[in-house]
């Protein structure tokens, strides 16, 4: 089955390669553009006034890079995929935590010396969120004007998700740049011109979209269908940059599906499928919870600034606005419908510069005629705002789960060193065994197992963690214990 499937693949590809070629030749003498187009961006960052929008949230994500302990994601990231060989990032797939181009990426970082094995882990996430800034406001100020985008840009920096994704060792920082590098090719596409770079790295985008997390497919579906509704007359390259997109895409992940199967990519164990009626009746529980925690605030504060928004397009007829709220608003849950899921908020977290760049494009001739040090005090207050309100909330963000992320740091600090562990069924398990890995602790060991244990009858083991549906201890007491696990010590010092 594999040399069938890699024999249609391979003639697909030629065919493909063959009646357009001249496409991907161009696609790739665009290298140099792109590195053009980066050096400008950074150039623009010291020479325009919009630098001092981002210099707070830079600044954030630094901090929390360094401040913020170690979650259970980037944990099992750094032991299962940074420490190996890319070709293991490339090539496995045993959850949807292996953000592939981002796992590939860190496999690089982590030689960076002189930094602590998490920073060199996050670094990358500040660098990629920092190109993603510098694209946001080159895309807004293409369209808009330059005070528009310094304002939609600087709001967007300091986002919830955006801030947290902006150190956190993910792919979602990733995901946002490709969305905002494939947003800004479609309204190229649709308003300007129809060059032929253009749709070379609207494929390009997508497809590194796609290798980064296959729930690309969302913002891959509405771009394609923005294009489409805007723009039917360039159908023909629009099907080839689908067919291009998906082909390539199939062949990145070739290895994955070859090791773990084509279920591995398509089937989130922790998705699971729903009725449509159910998927119905919980949609706007969903558009609660997304926005909740895209804005970091409630929904009930970001809501009236849509309405407002949206009607203010419909009352001066502006109906290219208008169509774009309709788009971009309602295509979210007929994909869910269509899906047949409710995703993890997070999946959406471009959506809040979507629904940021909604409210405040039908206003951009008013914001225009502001003074830029007061439009840039007001903004800087803004992030002040936000950024206190991240500070607040995150600590209660990360300790939702007792198991894992700063609950795991304090445990951590009490019982690592040199001894030996034995852990049962207990998540909290990768957090430790991060911390033991990348600390001078090179005499401990710990060992995984998926059992039924009593720590009564344990005595080859210093610290014994048992989840609590597989503790059968009776006599010893536990020297720590939660909702989730018990650990147990045969130090004679405890």
């Known amino acids: 089955y594999i040399q069938l499937y890699l024999t249609f693949l391979s003639l697909i590809t030629f065919l493909l390669l063959l009646s357009y070629d001249r496409f991907y030749t161009f696609l790739f003498s665009r290298t140099y553009d792109f590195g053009h187009s ?5 150039q623009d960052l010291f020479e325009n006034k919009y630098r001092y929008i981002l210099f707070l949230p830079l600044l954030a994500s630094v901090y929390y890079a360094i401040r ?29 935590n292996n953000h592939v181009l981002h796992s590939v990426i860190t496999n690089f970082t982590r030689y960076i010396p002189f930094l602590p094995a998490l920073f060199t882990l996050r670094i990358s996430s500040i660098i ?24 939609i840009t600087g709001i967007t920096s300091v986002l919830f998700l955006n801030i947290f994704y902006s150190y956190m060792s993910r792919g979602y920082a990733l995901v946002y740049l490709f969305f905002i590098i494939a947003l800004y090719c479609s309204y190229k596409i649709v308003s300007q011109s129809n060059e032929k770079k253009f749709w070379a790295w609207l494929f390009l985008s997508s497809t590194l979209g796609f290798f980064t997390m296959p729930s690309f497919l969302y913002p891959f579906v ?5 294009i489409f ?32 199967g084509i279920k591995s990519l398509v089937g989130n164990e922790y998705v699971r499928p729903i009725s449509r009626i159910e998927v119905l009746g919980n949609l706007p529980g969903f558009f609660i919870q997304s926005v909740n925690e895209i804005f970091g605030f409630s929904f009930l504060l970001v809501l009236p600034f849509l309405m407002i928004s949206f009607f203010y397009c419909l009352l001066y007829k502006k109906n290219e606005d208008t169509c774009d709220y309709g788009l971009f608003i309602l295509i979210v849950p007929v994909m869910l419908l269509l899906h047949s899921v409710i995703p993890f908020p997070r999946t959406f977290m471009y959506y809040g510069f979507i629904m940021t ?33 991240f500070n607040k909330k995150i600590f209660p963000y990360e300790e939702r789960d007792p198991q894992i992320n700063i609950t795991a740091h304090k445990i951590n600090e009490k019982i690592s060193g040199n001894k030996k562990y034995l852990c049962s069924g207990s998540l909290y398990g990768t957090n430790l065994w991060f911390d033991l890995k990348t600390k001078p602790y090179k005499e401990s060991s710990i060992t995984f197992e998926d059992k039924i244990l009593s720590a009564d009858t344990v005595n080859q083991f210093d610290y014994i963690i048992i989840a609590k549906y597989f503790d059968q201890t009776k006599k010893k007491k536990p020297i720590i214990e939660n909702f989730y696990f018990s650990i147990y010590s045969n130090q004679l010092s405890n």
Do not use: W
């Open 38 to 42: 980066l050096r400008k961006l950074f």
């Open 68 to 96: 913020m302990p170690v979650s259970f994601d980037e944990a099992l990231t750094y032991l299962v995929f940074t420490t190996r060989n890319p070709l293991v990032s490339l090539s496995y797939y045993p959850f949807p």
């Open 128 to 151: 990629i969120n920092l190109i993603g800034l510098l694209f946001t406001y080159k895309f807004i100020s293409s369209f808009l004007n330059k005070k528009t985008a310094i304002v």
């Open 222 to 226: 509405t771009l394609h269908l923005f």
């Open 229 to 260: 509704l805007k723009r039917r007359t360039v159908l023909k390259k629009q099907v080839i940059t689908i067919l291009s997109t998906i082909i390539a895409v199939i062949v990145l992940y070739t290895p994955i599906i070859i090791v773990n």
């Open 357 to 389: 760049f909604l409210i405040f494009k039908p206003f951009q001739h008013y914001i225009s005629l502001v003074k830029s040090k007061h439009l840039l005090t007001c903004l800087i207050a803004i992030q002040v705002l936000m950024l206190l309100n």
